[in-house]
């Protein structure tokens, strides 16, 4: 049997808001779409978080379970709860093999988190991660640096996904944007 891949998650803080959005394809080996409207981008810790995953939908699950519970611990405290996902998937044997990314956000932080210890806060504001997340976020920084001004983050973030979905085979246009 093939894998699942395929996801576009782009996430931006701009003008004082902060926005992420992520497609609804999920394919299956490298000719199949089996889902369009999977919704891979969630708010956590009472509405406060944004987190969008990209890889396995199980793992996903599971590390969004995860940093939910690290929120809680540490009183939504977003750059702690993230180094401490990190260092448990990173060192845990079990979790050592979960396949995903994170993207995660509040109102003053923008991270991405990985199961290799990562945990990276952009210099421009923005990430994106998954099949075309490259593409998405070429997307945004032209977005912002030429448009910013009469576009919101919320509007950036949807341009950036329309014009990765126009690109990237693994991406569509079923998007769904969460704002803070």
């Not at 979790?95 to 990314?101: C, D, T």
Request: glycine share 12%; with cysteine.
């Amino acid at each position: 049997m093939g894998a699942f891949h395929a996801t576009t998650i782009f996430a931006i803080r701009h003008n004082g808001a902060s926005a992420m959005a992520g497609d609804g394809q999920v394919t299956f080996g490298n000719a199949v779409v089996m889902k369009q409207t999977a919704k891979k981008v969630r708010r956590l810790f009472q509405g406060k978080v944004l987190a969008g995953f990209a890889g396995s939908v199980a793992d996903a699950f599971t590390l969004f379970e995860m940093f939910e519970g690290k929120l809680e611990q540490l009183n939504g405290n977003l750059p702690r709860a993230a180094v401490e996902l990190a260092k448990e998937w990173r060192s845990d044997k079990v979790l050592r093999r979960l396949e995903a990314m994170l993207i995660v956000m509040d109102k003053q932080h923008l991270l991405l988190v990985s199961g290799t210890g990562e945990v990276i806060e952009p210099d421009d504001g923005m990430l994106a991660i998954g099949s075309g997340g490259q593409y998405a976020l070429a997307a945004g920084r032209a977005l912002k640096k030429y448009a910013g001004g009469s576009m919101t983050a919320k509007e950036i973030a949807k341009a950036a996904l329309e014009i990765a979905a126009d690109i990237c085979v693994y991406t569509n246009g079923h998007i769904i944007v969460e704002e803070l």
